[in-house]
């Protein structure tokens, strides 16, 4: 029977929660997350515990923000220029923007003033322990397909990065646009 590691094609169905038992991600009722694993496509801590599982086994995961998506910290708020977002902007929104060595990052929107909006730089879960059921419902090789559709789903960079993407038309390295499969 096939295990989850390195170069397998792996869906699984989970409820994600948080510390106060809020639920605040689910595949119930609608279809399996697939990634490749080893390629970075999930969180570091999740893809960690799902390591060695096969189809059927289920698992209570904790992974600590360490290990999700970080520590919070405070200096990752900024506030910007209004006009630099469209009419609708509205907290909690997420923007993908170029910081100041052109590397494409999303940040979300925390506060809405008249002429500026503030936005954070860290995830919106950045400081929280993420708590997972999962089942694994698939695993098996991955193959070149799903290398190349493995949740990149392109870059909007107009050829103008070092990402890598297939869809960018460049053969690049290194801007971090968050594809992790090349």
Same mark, same amino acid.
């Given at each position: ?5 390195? %170069?397998?094609?792996?869906?699984? #169905?989970?409820?994600?929660? !948080?510390?106060? =038992? &809020?639920?605040?991600?689910? @595949? ?27 189809? %059927?086994?289920?698992?209570?995961? #904790?992974?600590?923000?360490? !290990?999700?998506? =970080? &520590?919070?910290?405070?200096? @990752? ?29 999303t940040v979300y929107a925390e506060t ?6 503030e936005v954070n730089f860290a995830h ?24 190349h559709s493995c949740g990149c789903g ?29």
């Open positions: 029977m096939a295990t989850v590691q390195d %170069g397998m094609y792996v869906c699984f #169905l989970y409820t994600l929660t !948080l510390d106060s =038992g &809020e639920v605040i991600d689910s @595949t119930e009722g609608g279809e399996a997350l697939c990634y490749v694993h080893g390629t970075g496509s999930i969180i570091p801590g999740l893809e960690q515990a799902l390591e060695g599982m096969s189809v %059927g086994d289920t698992k209570s995961v #904790l992974v600590p923000a360490a !290990l999700a998506y =970080g &520590e919070s910290e405070p200096d @990752t708020v900024e506030r910007l220029p209004r006009d630099l977002f469209p009419e609708d902007v509205e907290v909690g929104m997420g923007f993908r923007m170029r910081n100041e060595q052109g590397h494409v990052m809405i003033g008249e002429d500026w909006v919106p879960l950045a400081g929280q322990d993420l708590h997972f059921e999962v089942e694994i419902t698939e695993v098996r090789p991955a193959t070149d397909e799903d290398m392109g870059c909007d960079c107009d050829g103008d990065c070092d990402c890598g993407c297939d869809d960018c038309g460049e053969d690049h390295e290194g801007c971090n646009c968050g594809c992790g499969c090349h």
